[in-house]
């Protein structure tokens, strides 16, 4: 059987030099691989300003990511970039200050349990196909819009028991994009040695978007913070249930102080950005393999329909779609949201038949790992059904991270993998996907891998059994 083999940017043939390299991934980190990168156990660039090895031997993986994660903190690069944004936040910081902030937010994800979570992922699914239903049948659509709003109203509402409105929506979707495209500009002239080299306009630019965010967040958690200080009590909602009033009740193990209010918005914006940006990119994705790949689309209609008999979806009935979640594996698997990881080698070390300087740049690449010619049979390929064969299952134990691993494996992985199941299901249940003839999406690697040219789907509504 041949199977759909989605775009992606094609790879150079050889390496090319270095000040190539530079503008080349000013665009997007994906132009700069070339031919080699998917075949290399390991590779190393040295740049002016760093010195960076590219590892995708799963063994080596596992070590930094694993068994010697101390030794390979977070890489100030990313860090930086993502500062202004995202503070020190668990994302951005490392050694005691991550470990603090890990052990104090702990607790509050058991308000995202799943069971607890599924009424507000149907909510806000629910909302999403209202607003589809408003369109023209058969419009055409950039489904990456919506897949944000989605999940950005998904994650809202986890954090502050109530949905997002589109006008906040809409600003958050530009403000993310404005950001993720300066990102790389920001980045890669730290990595030349060249920071000069920064626009003062682009730092301009990439702040005001990050403030126009964090601007939204903080006015939301303000009231609610300053009335727990002063009164002990959380007004923001009846039942104080959510993840906000988690944070505000967390405590220092060994201190047992609070977070502050900077260090409470700066934990809520890494997971109102982390909560729904990577989810978006992944969801949009999967629509766009299901509306080229046909005959998997109609295999998922038929398994959802044949598991609702008509009735509104619940969280039992998510399990048994088989299919649906191989679909969404698959989509993490050719298009993971993050593409890449940053470690940092705290000391110098033998790895493989190199030695890793002190301070070098570890990048780890779920892109090329989950692509790569060794490690998997038709790499380039959609195929959901992979999942099923028992050959795939060692490429899933040792060359699969689209969360990462390690003790900074993404906190929220259950949860995003219930509301990506939700969400398609309930989207293919009503709607048959459709590619729209002549668009071809642009995959850009930056913060997340999105389309640089949206992905345009038509939507028509299925016929009611």
């Known amino acids: 059987m041949t199977h759909f083999c989605p775009v992606y940017p094609k790879p150079r043939k050889t390496r090319t030099g270095i000040w190539k390299f530079f503008f080349s991934a000013r665009r997007s980190w994906l132009d700069s691989l070339y031919e080699r990168s998917y075949h290399m156990q390991m590779g190393e660039v040295h740049l002016p300003g760093v010195d960076l090895y590219m590892v995708n031997d799963p063994a080596v993986v596992k070590r930094v990511l694993q068994e010697e994660s101390a030794d390979f903190p977070k890489s100030a690069l990313l860090g930086d970039a993502l500062r202004p944004l995202l503070g020190d936040s668990v994302f951005t910081t490392n050694g005691a200050t991550w470990q603090r902030q890990r052990d104090m937010m702990g607790p509050a994800f058991a308000q995202a349990r799943l069971q607890v979570a599924f009424p507000v992922m149907k909510e806000a699914t629910d909302a999403m196909l209202a607003r589809l239903d408003g369109l023209p049948d058969g419009a055409e659509h950039d ?12 994650i809202f509402r986890t954090i502050f028991s109530k949905p997002l409105e589109g006008v906040d929506a809409h600003r958050v979707f530009d403000a993310f994009a404005r950001f993720q495209a300066l990102a790389p500009k920001m980045m890669l002239p730290a990595m030349y040695g060249v920071r000069w080299l920064v626009w003062p306009w682009d730092v301009w630019r990439s702040r005001r978007a990050a403030r126009e965010i964090r601007g939204l967040l903080e006015a939301l958690i303000r ?9 002990g009590v959380d007004q923001g909602v009846s039942t104080p249930s959510d993840i906000l009033a988690a944070f505000m009740a967390a405590r220092d193990p060994e201190s047992g102080q609070p977070f502050s209010f900077d260090e409470l918005v ?7 950005l982390a909560g729904h940006e990577t989810s978006a990119s992944a969801l949009t994705w999967a629509c766009y393999l299901l509306a080229e790949a046909t005959e998997v689309q109609s295999r998922v209609q038929s398994e959802v329909a044949s598991q609702l008999q008509g009735r509104s979806v619940e969280q039992s009935d998510l399990k048994p779609m088989a299919l649906t979640w191989n679909v969404f594996r698959e989509t993490l698997r050719l298009f993971p949201p993050v593409g890449f990881m940053v470690r940092e080698s705290a000391q110098t070390c033998p790895m493989r038949d190199k030695t890793v300087p002190q301070g070098a740049s570890i990048l780890i690449s779920p892109w090329l790992i989950q692509r790569h010619r060794q490690w998997w049979q038709e790499p380039d390929a959609f195929n959901p059904d992979r999942y099923d064969d028992e050959a795939t299952r060692a490429s899933l134990r040792q060359a699969y991270l689209p969360f990462g691993a390690g003790p900074r494996v993404c906190i929220g992985a259950a949860f995003a993998l219930q509301e990506a199941v939700l969400i398609l299901s309930s989207l293919v249940g009503r709607y048959r996907l459709a590619a729209v003839p002549g668009h071809v999406p642009q995959p850009v690697g930056r913060l997340t891998i999105r389309s640089a040219n949206g992905v345009r789907l038509t939507l028509h509504r299925r016929a009611v059994a």
């Open 266 to 272: 700066d934990q809520v914006a890494m997971l109102f």
């Open 143 to 154: 489904i990456e819009v919506e897949m944000t709003f989605v999940t950005a109203d998904i």
């Open 223 to 231: 009231p609610r913070y300053e009335a727990h200080v002063r009164d």
